[in-house]
């Protein structure tokens, strides 16, 4: 069974600090996900990883992923206040009668101190 | 262009009782996910259905079903109710999930609470 491990759960961050969530995985797979979920609201696509050493960048977020590694990393540059959010990130398995399950990490509650 | 629509978007119903969601995805979108999101077992695959078909089930009692209209609308059903069915269900719309780039987008999601 597939696990994904995300981590910290919880990161308080100042503005203009730079970190990085961490997403491991257990079993091979070459789809991972990122999502921004803000309080209340939907789950919004970041980015969509889909080779080994594949990195996307868009605004502050940085997103790349290591295959052999089974790892991914969410980089935030220079926070700032309206990146507060909880990030989740999720494995891709392609099933045999086709189709796509994702198997969600626990998420990572960011909160970004003015 | 228009991005995917759930109804209800709020539903409080009794134990016991069944409810039906809706989903509408992206238009041109064939497959449509479910998911549901709990405090306590976070976002949990449902089942996917493509070209009207259910293609993949997670593990969820048979209580939980869906379909999938020939206009790509889904609808999921719960039946018996139970207190722990309290969850955010989300659907998910992609073109198809059998080649690359694989995105999937959410729509708002239907809480439900079940008293």
């Known amino acids: 069974e597939l696990k994904v491990e995300q981590n910290p759960l919880f990161l308080s961050m100042q503005e203009g600090k730079n970190y990085t969530i961490y997403c491991n995985y257990s079993t091979t797979s070459d789809r991972l996900y990122w999502y921004r979920q803000d309080p209340g609201k939907s789950l919004e696509s970041l980015f969509v990883?889909?080779?080994?050493?594949a990195v996307k960048q868009e605004g502050r977020l940085m997103a790349s992923l290591d295959t052999k590694a089974r790892l991914s990393t969410l980089h935030i540059t220079a926070a700032v206040h309206d990146l507060s959010a909880t990030y989740f990130c999720?494995?891709?398995?392609?099933?045999?009668?086709?189709?796509?399950?994702?198997?969600f990490g626990t998420g990572t509650q960011l909160k970004v101190e003015l | 262009k228009a991005g995917v629509t759930q109804t209800p978007r709020y539903l409080i119903k009794t134990r016991g009782q069944q409810v039906t969601l809706s989903c509408s995805p992206i238009?041109?979108?064939?497959?449509v996910s479910w998911y549901q999101q709990t405090p306590g077992q976070g976002l949990q695959f449902l089942f996917e259905?493509?070209?009207?078909?259910?293609?993949n089930k997670g593990n969820f009692p048979g209580r939980f079903s869906g379909r999938q209209f020939s206009n790509s609308r889904s609808e999921m059903n719960v039946s018996t109710l139970e207190l722990g069915d309290s969850a955010l269900y989300l659907c998910?719309?992609?073109?198809?999930?059998?080649?690359?780039?694989?995105?999937?987008?959410f729509g708002p999601g239907t809480r439900l609470t079940v008293t």
């Open positions: 238009s041109g979108h064939r497959s």
């Open positions: 259905y493509f070209s009207e078909t259910q293609r």
């Open positions: 998910a719309s992609s073109f198809t999930l059998d080649s690359p780039p694989y995105e999937q987008y």
């Open positions: 990883l889909l080779s080994n050493g």
């Open positions: 999720a494995v891709g398995e392609g099933l045999t009668g086709g189709g796509n399950k994702l198997t």
